[in-house]
């Protein structure tokens, strides 16, 4: 296509486009032309796109520019000012949007090349005030795919309200919908500038604003998470480290908590109070074993008082597990709820229990002396001491870790302390085994655990890496160690809880099974329950040779495998 200049809204083309696509972008002229070509090749081609550019400081202006010069249904905006938020660019470009239809898009995301097809057919099907699809999430760092929120988009369906599928809440993200003009501008709905986490909001009133909404269980857009991103480029999502954050999310739930009231929609708040249970404070709850005193006791002061607003129904819907933390965080434990959050989804147990006189069974080593604590503390329905032992809960905890080097070979030492407070495991000397698998075949290394005091073991067992029995072209991954248990024929497996922190460690190791060299990391998981990782790394000719052609090898046998089945299915 021939260039054009990058026209105003005066001087944009006369026919009227089907939908607009909004481009928000700020500081980012390396990734801008990716999302705006993921608009450019959408297979309903009737667009405008509007690049929205918060002021940015780099060469994003020029790249703007030089975009819109390419393709006459390209707009480009610059902010006079910058805003620092996603809501202003936003907000400037529905001023100019001349399409009949709307959506949103980041500038370091994609859409799918149907995603305009899609929603605007579901439009065009019947009269409703947005239509959204699935959004698929791409790990930048590994390339990993999964879809979010994925049991809330798996079928089609029309929604009539937000009354009829509260869960919804959860899918908050303004990026996955398209729009109806005419409902944005009937209830002057804009995205709230000023702040972060519009998105939770904006998404909160459209929800309870249309009267109706459709669901397409289509992937329209491709969202790239940096999890390992510098903390000034980071997404808002990823700051969770800045008690700033903390409070902007928090002002943002009192904000909707709010418009809940003054719109009638009061009868979803428990739904929205266990969205926030489970989704946002859950993201920072992950997070607790990773943060100092004074961060804690600052994120205490922020999120008691509006903990102590939320529905109780909310609370009662959650695990167990994730009950705890919020009552050790409300009740100003904050160490014991830094403990108890590492064994989040994992199924690990405390430390220790503590009996009161009926026999109900709590969390740690105190009876809760307030009855929300007895409340959300109790342990004596998880049936610690009588669960089947393959599904007992134990806690495993390295105290201390060394790694030998010894000639071409690498051992790690660990010490382990497991605690049992279920007392599942009988006094004395116990026969346990750390495994790990890194390709295909098992490395199981026994050892002993000695009793240090009722329901207290411990015992130190060195890994031999050296040992391990690697794929002929080398493995490229991660793996997590973990110990095993049996009794009576019965094998329990729990993972290994690092040290939190400790310098990786990292070593070349000459596979003496006939394995090529590999360069091995041991570390600490550094996110999450923060277990024990180990890394391999090919090296030499495995690395740059052997691996890319067993990857070919294995495409084509797959290849192969598909026109296999097409012919017999043809």
């Known amino acids: 296509m021939s260039p054009h200049p990058s026209p105003s809204p005066l001087s944009a083309p006369a026919a009227a486009p089907d939908a607009t696509v909004v481009v928000i972008v700020y500081n980012d002229a390396e990734r801008l032309p990716r999302a705006v070509a993921s608009a450019r090749r959408q297979t309903h081609a009737n667009i405008e796109i509007v690049i929205s550019d918060d002021h940015s400081t780099d060469r994003t202006p020029e790249v703007a520019r030089a975009l819109a010069a390419e393709d006459d249904r390209i707009i480009s905006l610059r902010l006079p000012e910058n805003s620092g938020g996603c809501s202003a660019p936003r907000n400037r470009a529905l001023d100019v949007a001349r399409a009949p239809y709307v959506m949103f898009l980041d500038s370091d995301d994609e859409l799918t090349d149907d995603a305009v097809e899609l929603l605007l057919a579901a439009h065009r ?11 698929q999430r791409i790990r930048v760092d590994t390339g990993s795919k999964s879809t979010w929120m994925p049991r809330l988009v798996a079928e089609r369906r029309t929604v009539p309200g937000i009354e009829a599928e509260p869960r919804l809440f959860f899918e908050h993200l303004s990026t996955s919908k398209m729009y109806a003009r005419a409902f944005l501008d009937r209830h002057g709905l804009r995205f709230p500038e000023g702040i972060h986490y519009e998105d939770q909001l ?12 459709t669901i397409v269980p289509e992937p329209v857009y491709r969202w790239y998470i940096d999890p390992y991103a510098d903390a000034e480029a980071a997404s808002i999502s990823n700051q969770r480290h800045m008690l700033a954050n903390v409070r902007d999310r928090i002002h943002v739930q009192t904000l909707i908590d709010d418009f809940l009231v003054e719109s009638g929609h009061e009868a979803v708040r428990e739904d929205k109070d266990h969205k926030f249970l489970k989704h946002d404070f859950r993201m920072y709850a992950g997070d607790l074993p990773y943060r100092d005193e004074e961060w804690l006791a600052g994120f205490a002061e922020i999120v008691n008082p509006y903990l102590a607003t939320l529905a109780p ?10 009950r705890v933390v919020l009552q050790l965080v409300r009740d100003g434990r904050l160490a014991d709820a830094r403990l108890a959050a590492r064994g989040l989804g994992h199924g690990v147990a405390p430390r220790a229990v503590t009996a009161d006189e009926a026999g109900r069974i709590y969390w740690g080593e105190q009876v809760p002396d307030t009855e929300s604590g007895r409340h959300e503390l109790d342990l004596t329905d998880q049936g610690l001491e009588a669960r089947p032992f393959q599904s007992a809960r134990f806690r495993h905890e390295i105290t201390e870790v060394t790694v030998v080097e010894r000639g071409p070979g690498v051992c790690v030492d660990l010490r382990i302390r497991t605690y049992d407070p279920g007392l599942r495991l009988p006094v004395g000397p116990h026969i346990a085994a ?19 005091r009722p329901g207290v073991f411990e015992g130190g067992v060195r890994l031999d890496l050296s040992a391990a029995t690697l794929p002929v072209h080398g493995f490229d991954g991660v793996r997590h160690p973990v110990l095993q248990l049996e ?5 329990n497996t729990g993972l290994l809880l690092a040290p939190l922190s400790f310098p990786a460690m990292t070593a070349r190791v000459d596979y003496r099974r ?6 091995v990391t041991v570390e600490p998981e550094g996110r999450g329950a923060g277990r024990l990782q180990i890394r391999w790394k090919p090296l030499g000719l495995t690395a740059h040779v052997v691996r890319p052609l067993a990857r070919r090898a294995a495409r084509t046998r797959v290849c192969q495998a598909a026109r296999t089945v097409a012919r017999a299915l043809a």
Request: hydrophobic residues 35%; contains cysteine.
């Open 125 to 135: 099907e019947r009269d409703i005030d947005f239509a959204m699809g699935a959004v």
């Open 202 to 213: 904006f998404s909160a009133q459209a929800y309870c604003l249309a009267e109706s909404f």
């Open 313 to 322: 129904g909310a609370y009662e819907r959650l695990p167990r597990d994730e």
């Open 434 to 452: 750390l495994a790990v698998t890194p390709g295909r075949r098992r490395l199981t290394t026994p050892f002993r655990l000695d009793p240090v």
């Open 487 to 491: 009794q009576q024929r019965q094998r």
């Open 514 to 519: 006939g394995g090529a060299p590999h360069r």
